[in-house]
């Protein structure tokens, strides 16, 4: 059985629920419905049987996270707040997430560099101590900047044990082709857009067995997070990221520049973080307007120096050059964790 905890209005509802995320109808069979267990104080406990979706992501999603509930206008409250994951349902992460704080930086602008210039800036971010590089959202394969030699050009310049992770979102019947090319031209990761792709290219990319980490970028949670009535809590949505196969997961930051609240990012590295039977923790990585000016509070912020990423964006190039903003930022990271040693 799954456990699901939704804060309901009208209390009433909750047996609604049930039947919408599972049989429909009240005299659908037993073996496939869905039940409330406990339901107190706007909340209610519900548990499916897992052989209703078993491990196939977009079946759990459309029932669990955005199934028919949402449009029910006799919800003024629907929102899933937290699940009990069945140990094995699903893969989790191929790698383990390391016992420090990593500092990452995204190549920008966003749009329109030829590959030489994608690999230029690449190669100044690894000069300041970047341990991983990844291409914008945004970023997929134009003709300006195809993908194969962008990646190609980026591999040759970066020194050993830093990471480029090109984005390989795209069509859905080649993303895996795709995802493998770029590894054979030196790609020492991947990066898909999970929401627009679909969660299930995660658990694709992770089965595939590419031998290299997934980084699962989170453009389009929003949409089932940020709206705290109807919808999806952050931390849910970034513990089923980790569970479907994603080794880095994004979990916005603490500088006030994207929609969590502090304790809603702190909750989402928990969820990184969390054992669930043999799925492994994954690294949970602090974005959105994270530059070298704050790269010590945020790693303060988040309680932890373990499995954690900062992710350096536009701040990157605010000032002298993105070398000297990574190369500050990792700084700020060392001492901080030197004075937390202390």
Not at 62 to 69: I, M, N, R, T
Not at 277 to 305: H, I, L, M, W
Request: proline share 6%; with cysteine; hydrophobic share 50%.
């Amino acid at each position: 059985m799954l456990r699901a905890i939704y804060e309901i209005d009208p209390p009433e509802a909750a047996e609604t629920l049930a039947l919408i995320e599972s049989v429909g109808r009240a005299d659908g069979p037993s073996k496939a419905r869905a039940r409330v267990v406990d339901h107190a104080d706007g909340r209610a406990l519900l548990e499916f049987p897992v052989t209703n979706f078993g491990a196939d992501v977009t079946l759990l999603v459309s029932s669990l996270l955005a199934g028919e509930w949402a449009d029910a206008a006799l919800f003024s409250r629907c929102r899933l707040v937290g699940v009990e994951w069945p140990a094995g349902l699903l893969p989790g992460p191929a790698f383990d997430a390391p016992e420090k704080v990593l500092v990452g930086a995204i190549v920008k602008p966003s749009l329109g560099l030829s590959p030489a210039e994608v690999a230029a800036t690449a190669k100044q971010l690894a000069a300041g101590g970047a341990d991983l590089i990844k291409d914008d959202e945004l970023l997929g394969d134009p003709p300006w900047c195809p993908l194969d030699e962008r990646v190609s050009a980026v591999a040759a310049v970066l020194p050993n044990g830093v990471r480029y992770a090109p984005n390989v979102s795209g069509p859905v019947d080649s993303l895996l082709e795709r995802a493998a090319r770029v590894v054979e031209l030196g790609a020492g990761a991947v990066m898909v857009n999970a929401f627009a792709q679909g969660l299930d290219s995660l658990r694709a990319l992770r089965e595939a067995e590419l031998g290299v980490p997934v980084f699962a970028h989170r453009v389009g949670a929003a949409l089932w997070a940020r709206n705290r009535t109807i919808g999806v809590a952050p931390d849910v949505i970034a513990e089923l990221t980790r569970l479907c196969g994603a080794d880095f997961v994004q979990v916005g930051s603490f500088t006030g520049t994207v929609y969590d609240t502090p304790e809603e990012v702190r909750a989402q590295i928990v969820a990184c973080h969390r054992v669930t039977g043999t799925a492994r923790r994954c690294v949970a990585v602090v974005g959105g307007g994270v530059g070298p000016d704050n790269a010590a509070e945020q790693v303060a912020a988040a309680r932890t120096r373990s499995g954690v990423m900062l992710l350096l964006g536009s701040a990157a190039y605010s000032g002298e050059s993105p070398e000297a903003a990574v190369a500050a930022a990792v700084a700020g990271v060392r001492e901080n964790s030197a004075a937390a040693s202390a």
